[in-house]
């Protein structure tokens, strides 16, 4: 592609997911063309498979944490530009492929996330009983994917959690929520109406390292000390022997430092006599779920870990001859998320991710960039960090792609058909039922209109028909 000029036509940039990494990049692109001497015009669609954005923000974040959603404000101003069109319930690969897109746009950005589980690999997995946190998440969520999903809180007393990330946290907080706690949130109807029957009374966090390498993040752990209905149960002896191997790693980072003292203060505070407990456990690693007399999960086998160094200088679980059964009826795994791959799109299958080089997405076989093709977010670095982490990688991939605008990088896409009328065309015969911002807004004002009698911030819908009908204005 050619330098190109002020006069030039406007540079079109499709976006695939509608999460914060989507939106970021939307935003960046329409914000900063035209300044800083990038002297172009940016046009962005964005291509959602659901009628609804937000990705995570909507269907991730726990809804007793509504301060953190609120971000999407800053998504609803730039879905405002001029420059930016929203096309909902299209899918990636099934209403339109990589190569139609290709002819109709300068650039296309995948920004499709992590949306799958990663499993724990050991016997009895599949027993009723026992979920990925990633559905349990969706579920509670109001998410169209998990709204069928059957959590039976009413058969077991505890429920384990696998994983020491914020994930693990969020779903252990879930499930020992005070009615009172979890009235003004926008968690989805039926989750309320399961959550209430509850009979789950104890949560183990098992971590299969220790405290000073928990992924947890310290406001996140600092809430757990302050639930209305549940103790937070630290064994002291445990702790030290977690603590016994030193990880100079862990020590110089603060967020570790930090969890380490907030544990401590947990492990020497006497229980408060709530009727719930969050009790959090290390060096435990699940190898086996096994079934009750009526084949749903009734406990979970684990090997205690010793802590080693690994070559790379850190500490990696290493089991020890150590047995022990936790009797549970639920199981949630929460060791991460993974992504998933895009029809014609190169994939990394075993870092889960697009191959790129800082957001350039690159050809598996030369490992030279694609032309015109970006990733973004959590497929582009794996599922790490924070909403806010978005922001900054977002920069870094419409960087590249300011860059090769202007051809001191690989260079643009060269659409043969670069008319916004014409894919909105192709996209509506393809996917009559296609979602525009306006038919989202209309879902946005129902939902909110909903939660307003019960002071809820909204009453999410959970199955497509429902939203689509909304979106029609047919409500
Ligand atoms: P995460 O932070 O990467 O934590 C995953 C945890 O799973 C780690 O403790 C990891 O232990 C453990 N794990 C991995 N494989 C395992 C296995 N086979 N057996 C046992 N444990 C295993 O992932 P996440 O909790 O899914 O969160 C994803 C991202 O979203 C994170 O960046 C998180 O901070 C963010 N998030 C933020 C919030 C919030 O800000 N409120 C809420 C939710 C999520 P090792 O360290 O030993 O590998």
Redesign the pocket.
């Known amino acids: 592609m050619s330098a190109r000029t002020d006069t030039d036509s406007p540079i079109r940039i499709a976006v695939i997911g509608s999460g914060p990494a989507g939106f970021y990049a939307a935003g960046h692109l329409l914000k900063d063309s035209g300044a800083g001497g990038h002297s172009v015009n940016f046009e962005v669609d964005m291509i959602e498979r659901l009628p609804t954005p937000w990705g995570?923000v909507r269907s991730?974040?726990?809804p007793d944490?509504p301060k953190?959603k609120s971000v999407t404000r800053i998504y609803e101003k730039t879905a405002a530009h001029p420059r930016f069109r929203f096309f909902g319930n299209v899918v990636f690969g099934e209403h339109v492929s990589r190569e139609e897109l290709l002819s109709h746009y300068h650039a296309i950005v995948y920004a499709t996330g992590t949306p799958v589980d990663?499993p724990?690999?050991i016997p009895g997995e599949d027993l009723p009983g026992s979920h990925a946190?990633?559905d349990f998440?969706g579920w509670y969520n109001g998410h169209p994917d998990h709204t069928d999903l059957e959590v039976d809180l009413r058969s077991a007393e505890r429920a384990v959690v696998?994983?020491?990330?914020?994930?693990?946290?969020?779903v252990a907080r879930m499930l020992v929520l005070a009615p009172a706690e979890l009235a003004p949130t926008d968690t989805a109807d039926h989750a309320l109406e399961v959550l209430a029957e509850s009979r789950v009374s104890e949560v183990v966090i098992?971590?299969?390292?220790g405290p000073a390498?928990?992924?947890?993040?310290n406001?996140?752990l600092l809430e757990l000390g302050e639930l209305a209905d549940a103790d937070v149960i630290v064994d002291p002896a445990e702790l030290d022997r977690a603590l016994a191997v030193h990880d100079s790693g862990a020590e110089e980072n603060i967020t570790s430092r930090r969890n380490v003292e907030i544990l401590r203060s947990y492990a020497e505070r006497p229980p408060a006599g709530h009727i719930k407990r969050i009790v959090l456990r290390f060096l435990l690693?699940?190898i086996s779920l096994i079934p009750d007399e009526h084949g749903r999960l009734g406990a979970v086998e684990l090997v205690r870990n010793e802590l080693v160094f690994a070559p790379d200088g850190g500490l990696?679980?290493s089991p020890t001859e150590g047995r022990e059964t936790i009797p549970a009826g639920l199981l949630f795994?929460?060791?991460?998320?993974r992504g998933i791959p895009l029809p014609g799109v190169p994939f990394d299958s075993r870092g889960g991710v697009i191959p790129n080089d800082g957001g350039r997405v690159l050809d598996p076989d030369g490992g030279v960039p694609l032309r015109g093709e970006y990733a973004v977010g959590?497929i582009k670095r794996g599922?790490?960090?924070?909403?806010g982490?978005n922001k900054k990688d977002a920069q870094e991939t419409v960087d590249a792609i300011f860059a090769d605008a202007h051809t001191d990088g690989g260079g643009l896409n060269v659409p043969t058909r670069a008319e916004g009328a014409e894919i909105e065309r192709l996209l509506r015969e393809r996917q009559p039922e296609l979602v525009s911002y306006d038919g989202w807004a209309s879902i946005d004002r129902h939902e909110r209109a909903l939660g307003e009698s019960s002071g809820r911030p909204r009453v999410k819908l959970t199955r497509i028909e429902e939203m689509l009908r909304v979106a029609a204005g047919e409500n």
Not at 206 to 209: A, C, E, F, L, Q
């Open positions: 995570l991730g974040v726990a944490h953190i990663r724990l690999g946190a990633t998440v696998i994983g020491n990330g914020n994930v693990a946290i969020d098992v971590g299969r390292r390498q928990a992924a947890f993040t406001p996140e690693s699940p990696r679980a795994r929460a060791i991460g998320y959590w599922p790490s960090g924070v909403i982490t």
